[in-house]
Nanobody, 125 residues
């Protein structure tokens, strides 16, 4: 079983930065690629970023490319999301999850499991 706990969210002004953390428990967690998604009120869950098991490859949603960076520290069983140049439209609950269904696109939530509870990010204009 894998349990994921996100942290690092908060209120920030436009143009600011935040770093989110996703701490994992469970011996097998380092065997999973990981993803970050976000969901704003009244909107569908949106793909943010994905990183492979070793941390050597990463992929991003179009709306965050060039501003966000995903990374992982397998020794600490933690995945990070560095968010720079934040915009009001980045306001959402951010959640991490493990990529478990290889038949699904990495950008679709259906490919993931063991979702964390999420952390709120609010960007003021």
């Amino acid at each position: 079983q894998v349990q994921l706990v996100e942290s690092g969210g908060g209120l920030v002004q436009a143009g600011g930065s935040l770093r989110l953390s996703c701490a994992a428990s469970g011996r097998t967690v380092n065997g999973y690629a990981m993803g970050w998604f976000r969901q704003a009120p009244g909107k569908e869950r949106e793909f943010v970023a994905h990183i492979n098991r070793g941390g050597s490859s990463s992929y991003y949603g179009d709306s965050v490319k060039g501003r966000f960076t995903i990374s992982r520290d397998n020794a600490k069983r933690t995945v990070y999301l560095q968010m720079n140049n934040l915009k009001p439209e980045d306001t959402a609950v951010y959640s991490c999850a493990a990529y478990v269904r290889y038949s699904a696109s990495i950008s679709l939530p259906i490919g993931y499991d063991y979702w964390g509870q999420g952390t709120q990010v609010t960007v003021s204009s």
